[in-house]
């Protein structure tokens, strides 16, 4: 009799375990069918996977002030890097340390970045820092032309989004709105005339 219990136990912690290993290949097999589905119907956006120039500019501000207070271009570039939690300041941490360890010049790996983000600011933000650098000019200053340039160029392109929005307005204006509003006035006026 105990043996016989023990065989039932056993056969059914045996089963227990497959079925529990079913689960677990169930499950997975779930999660891969649907990331594969998320994968076909979701467009993949490779424009967050680059920074934006908001993030070059709070870059550029933390610099400049950093720079202004006295402190070193690789001490400043780490106190962002600390500060913010975006993909720029992981990037440039990672390019820092590659730098201060040896394996990459300053100049390999901010170039690294910039043809890995193939932004125009922050292209120009590594001319700047090369160029201060070969020629011994303060960065800061230069950092700070570029910072009001960039400024510049989000003011414009802002302004011309606002200059866009009247004519986005009045396509839904003349296809929802007005022909709405003239079967609500001319509406009651013609069911007079028919009576």
Not at 14 to 25: A, P, S, T
Not at 31 to 54: E, Y
Request: aromatic share 8%; glycine share 6%.
């Amino acid at each position: 009799m105990l043996y016989l219990s023990c065989l039932v136990a056993m056969g059914s912690a045996g089963l227990l375990g497959y079925l529990i290993d079913i689960e677990v290949l169930v499950s997975r097999l779930y999660r891969a069918s649907l990331g594969v589905w998320r994968g076909l119907f979701v467009k993949n956006d490779t424009s967050s996977l680059k920074p934006t120039s908001s993030d070059i500019a709070q870059m550029l501000d933390l610099l400049i002030l950093a720079l202004s207070a006295g402190l070193s271009f690789d001490y400043a570039l780490d106190l962002y890097c600390k500060s913010h939690d975006n993909l720029l300041a992981h990037d440039l941490h990672n390019a820092l340390f590659s730098w201060q360890i040896g394996a990459t010049t300053r100049l390999e790996g901010l170039k690294a970045l910039s043809f890995k983000y193939e932004n125009p600011s922050f292209e120009r933000f590594v001319q700047c820092v090369t160029e201060s650098m070969e020629l011994g000019a303060p960065i800061a200053h230069t950092l700070e032309n570029h910072a009001d340039m960039i400024r510049q160029t989000r003011q414009f392109e802002q302004e011309q989004l606002i200059e866009k929005l009247p004519i986005q307005i009045l396509i839904p204006l003349t296809t929802l709105i007005l022909p709405a509003m003239l079967i609500a006035i001319l509406g009651p006026i013609f069911a007079g005339l028919t009576h």
